[in-house]
């Protein structure tokens, strides 16, 4: 069965950090190309952040180039987001997404 579990959201102040994981099972990370997605407080919509592929090839949405990075830890079959100097813009639940498999999310706040 194929699944994907988030974790490592929380509350941080502005200019903090935080990293998220998206544990996978089911398929192996390497294999697929993964996003990473946010939704916004009061949108509908899951918009994406950052993507990696099989080559690691990885691209982001212009609001966190620079501040964000995704990665792969193939031993785990992790996919990582770091993020750094985080925005109040930032804030949302965070998804990850491969094919149609959607992970339950977890949620991050920047806040004073």
């Known amino acids: 069965q194929v699944q994907l579990v988030e974790s490592g959201g929380g509350t941080v102040r502005p200019g903090g950090s935080l990293t998220l994981s998206c544990a996978a099972s089911?398929?192996?990370?390497?294999?697929?190309?993964i996003t990473w997605n946010r939704r916004a407080p009061g949108e509908g919509e899951r918009t994406m952040v950052a993507?990696?592929?099989?080559?690691?090839?990885?691209t982001y949405a212009d609001s966190v180039k620079g501040r964000f990075t995704i990665s792969r830890d193939n031993a785990k079959n992790t996919i990582l987001l770091q993020m750094n100097s985080l925005k109040p813009e930032d804030t949302g639940v965070y998804y990850c997404?491969?094919?149609?498999?959607w992970g339950q999310g977890t949620a991050v706040t920047v806040s004073t």
């Open positions: 993507l990696i592929t099989p080559g690691q090839y990885t």
């Open positions: 089911g398929f192996a990370v390497s294999d697929y190309s």
């Open positions: 997404n491969q094919g149609t498999t």
